[in-house]
Nanobody
Framework: QVQLVESGGGLVQPGGSLRLSCAAS????????MGWYRQAPGKERELVAT???????NYVDSVKGRFTISRDNAKNTRYLQMNSLKPEDTAVYYC?????????????????WGQGAQVTVSS
């Protein structure tokens, strides 16, 4: 079974740091893009940071200079280091991957989502 497993998250004071991890497991042929989206209460889900297979990164303007996405290709894992956290960063963070994988009997390219990790920034 192909899945994305997230870890990290939690409660942190403003100005603090957290690191999220997302590991892809199962029969995976390739990962085109992988990263995180977030959804705050009453708001739409938005892109936070992504990285392509070639290493190109994309960040939402509000996190540039504070968040950094990195990877461990051998483990099919991406990391999101979040520094200088603000209360407006509070949201559920969802790992996302655009992958070619075998889920069942056939190989196909589709989007996969993690279970979500709560990040709360509050004093």
């Amino acid at each position: 079974q192909v899945q994305l497993v997230e870890s990290g998250g939690g409660l942190v004071q403003p100005g603090g740091s957290l690191r999220l991890s997302c590991a892809a497991s199962g029969s995976i042929f390739s990962i085109s893009t992988m990263g995180w989206y977030r959804q705050a209460p009453g708001k739409e889900r938005e892109l936070v940071a992504t990285m392509t297979s070639g290493g190109t990164t994309n960040y939402v303007d509000s996190v540039k200079g504070r968040f950094t996405i990195s990877r461990d290709n051998a483990k099919n894992t991406r990391y999101l280091q979040m520094n200088s956290l603000k209360p407006e960063d509070t949201a559920v963070y969802y790992c996302y991957a655009d992958m070619v994988a075998r889920d069942g009997s056939s190989w196909s390219r589709r989007d996969y989502w993690g279970q979500g990790a709560q990040v709360t920034v509050s004093s």
